[in-house]
T-cell receptor, first 111, second 115 residues
Framework: RKEVEQDPGPFNVPEGATVAFNCTYSNSASQSFFWYRQDCRKEPKLLMSVYSSGNEDGRFTAQLNRASQYISLLIRDSKLSDSATYLCVVGSNFGNEKLTFGTGTRLTIIP | DAGITQSPRYKITETGRQVTLMCHQTWSHSYMFWYRQDLGHGLRLIYYSAAADITDKGEVPDGYVVSRSKTENFPLTLESATRSQTSVYFC??????????????FGSGTRLTVV
C-alpha cells in the first residue's frame, strides 16, 4: 500500500463549479499535511498547509480527518487558472523533515 | 536573486557517464532535498541533508551520491548514469524554523535524459 494515495483523475470540471479531492495516508504517526499545486512541466508549489481544525484560504478549504487518515481539498467557484495537478503531501513527525508526496490528482477546468 | 536555483535545466548524457546536477539556495535554509519525478511514481526522495556535512538516504538513493560542504549548495551526482535514471529532478529546501506554512520550496527542476 502506498504511503499517500490519491485518485489520479483526471477531473474535468466546468468553470464556476465546486470540486473536491480526497487523499488517504497510511502512517498514523503523520504530523504535518499539505496540498501542493503543480503546473505542467513546472515545480510543485505549496498551496496550503492542512490543520486539524481545518483551514480556508479564499476559495480553497482543506480538512484533515485523523481518525480516518484522510485529507481533503475543496475548491469553490473554480477558475480556468485552477487547472493543474494537486499533490497531497504528508510529513511523518516533527523530528523528521522528510515529506511524502502522493502521485497527484489532475484537474482541468473547462470554459 | 534570492531563491533556489538548479542547473542545468536540461541535460542529455550517455549511459555510463558521470553527471552532476547543481542546486543552490540563497536563504541559508538548513534542510535540502533531492527528489525525482516519474510518471506513475510521483515525487520520490533520493537524498536529503539537515545541515552542511550531514546527509542521509531517502527512498531511492542507489546510483546517486550527494555532498554538502556549504549550506547553500547541494549537488547530486549520478556516478554512472543508466537509462532508468532518465527523469525530472527537483531540489528543494526549507528552513529549520516553523512558520504557518513551512513546506518545501522547490527549484525549477532538471530534465535529465540518459541515452
Amino acid at each position: 500500500r502506498k504511503e499517500v494515495e490519491q485518485d489520479p483523475g483526471p477531473f474535468n470540471v466546468p468553470e464556476g463549479a465546486t470540486v473536491a479531492f480526497n487523499c488517504t495516508y497510511s502512517n498514523s504517526a503523520s504530523q504535518s499535511f499539505f496540498w501542493y499545486r503543480q503546473d505542467c512541466r513546472k515545480e510543485p508549489k505549496l498551496l496550503m498547509s492542512v490543520y486539524s481544525s481545518g483551514n480556508e484560504d479564499g476559495r480553497f478549504t482543506a480538512q484533515l480527518n485523523r481518525a480516518s487518515q484522510y485529507i481533503s481539498l475543496l475548491i469553490r467557484d473554480s477558475k480556468l487558472s485552477d487547472s493543474a495537478t494537486y499533490l497531497c503531501v504528508v510529513g511523518s513527525n516533527f523530528g523528521n523533515e522528510k515529506l511524502t508526496f502522493g502521485t497527484g490528482t489532475r484537474l482541468t477546468i473547462i470554459p | 536573486d534570492a531563491g533556489i536555483t538548479q542547473s542545468p535545466r536540461y541535460k542529455i548524457t550517455e549511459t555510463g557517464r558521470q553527471v552532476t546536477l547543481m542546486c543552490h539556495q540563497t536563504w541559508s535554509h538548513s534542510y535540502m532535498f533531492w527528489y525525482r519525478q516519474d510518471l506513475g511514481h510521483g515525487l520520490r526522495l533520493i537524498y536529503y541533508s539537515a545541515a552542511a556535512d550531514i546527509t542521509d538516504k531517502g527512498e531511492v538513493p542507489d546510483g546517486y551520491v550527494v555532498s554538502r560542504s556549504k549550506t547553500e549548495n547541494f549537488p547530486l551526482t549520478l556516478e554512472s548514469a543508466t537509462r532508468s535514471q532518465t527523469s525530472v529532478y527537483f531540489c528543494a529546501s526549507r528552513s529549520r524554523d516553523r512558520g504557518e506554512n513551512y513546506g518545501y520550496t522547490f527549484g525549477s527542476g532538471t530534465r535529465l535524459t540518459v541515452v
